[in-house]
């Protein structure tokens, strides 16, 4: 038998053996269910990021990472949840996280991109949307002359001048300075390079910070530093705002996701336990959890918006274990939104 299939009977069995008090002390923990689950990567998904086409939202992209060692890639989706293979950039060696940003100025044009750590040659990839066309001449190196230089999460930043940074975590790192923030730019041959960085962030010592979120519009950073709580930084004056959170999850704290809708929120996902918290934006504080049946979610992504007829008012985007991706109708999650 399964294991974990055996530890769920056991413990259908330890509650039934329980009094009744006790069987409902806890709250239940409301869920929704996904409306497109993707077609498999090869080995194990991590973390996507959604790309709405400005021509035709229908025609947006969910664009994921699977971390292979040697056979990982960033694999593209359409909205109904089938890979396009065409667009998918493969083989990567162990790329963790991706995200996207817009309107980055490459030579005389403006171009959308996607921007993904890649582990295992410490370096992070940049392609051009929707074409996913490599524009990095084969990666721009992060934590340059470090002993722990293998880039993990990574969230774009484009600044009051519009110009655009990769803020970078690692798997291992310091207890001051664990991230990188890198400005990126183009040079004379026309890729995209990294003209200047600089380190900063706190880290607790307990597990790890891979997921981090960048609010555009107010200059704010949030990472999850496992096991500890979210830290909120303030990415122009690159000083610790403030940390919440550490109390509300079961185990690691894991993928955040901002949504920008009439009231907006932070979604953080409580790994172990297959919820995602949601926070205010503005206080950060606590608002409510949701269950969701994806697995083990390390990464999140959210859209408000018209996509299609299938998601009018929005998106959101959880990695499972099975090396898939779950689709989520933000209707079904703002219905468990009570400000």
């Known amino acids: 038998m399964n294991i974990k299939k055996f530890l769920g009977l056991a413990l259908l069995a330890l509650g039934a053996c329980q009094p009744q008090a006790e069987q409902d002390s806890s709250p239940s923990i409301v869920g929704i269910k996904p409306v497109v689950v993707t077609d498999k990567t090869p080995t194990d998904t991590d973390d996507p990021a959604i790309w709405v086409n400005p021509k035709d939202p229908s025609e947006s992209l969910i664009i994921g990472t699977d971390k ?27 790329p963790n996280n991706v995200d996207v940003e817009y309107g980055f100025r490459w ?48 969230s774009l930043y484009k600044d009051k001048q519009a110009e655009i940074h990769a803020v970078v975590s690692r798997k291992e790192g310091p207890k001051e300075n664990y991230l990188q923030m890198l400005h990126l730019t183009y040079d004379t041959n026309g890729y995209v390079v990294a003209d200047q960085s600089v380190y900063f962030g706190k880290f607790s010592g307990h597990k790890e910070i891979e997921a981090l979120c960048v609010d555009d519009a107010a200059s704010h950073l949030y990472y999850s530093d496992e096991n500890y709580g979210t830290r909120k930084y303030n990415l122009n004056t690159l000083q610790e705002l403030s940390v919440f959170g550490g109390e509300d999850f079961q185990d690691d704290n894991e993928g955040i996701s901002l949504a920008l809708d009439s009231n907006a929120y932070l979604l953080i996902s409580d790994q172990q336990a297959n919820t995602f918290n949601v926070y205010d934006r503005e206080t950060n504080r606590f608002i409510t959890k949701f269950g969701v049946e994806a697995i083990e979610s390390d990464g999140s992504e959210t859209y408000i918006g018209y996509l299609n007829e299938q998601f009018p008012e929005g998106i959101f985007v959880a990695m499972s274990e099975g090396a898939v991706f779950h689709y989520y109708d933000w209707r079904d999650v703002k219905k468990l939104i009570k400000p």
């Open 68 to 94: 292979g060692k040697d056979n990982g890639g960033l694999f593209v989706f359409n909205l109904e949840g089938k890979l396009i293979d065409s667009l998918s950039v493969y083989p990567l060696l162990r």
């Open 107 to 154: 030579d005389t044009i403006l171009v959308d991109i996607a921007v993904c750590t890649e582990r295992n040659t410490n370096r992070i990839r940049v392609f051009r949307l929707p074409e996913m066309e490599a524009i990095d001449n084969g990666g721009i190196p992060v934590f340059a002359n470090q002993e722990q230089d293998a880039p993990m999460g990574i």
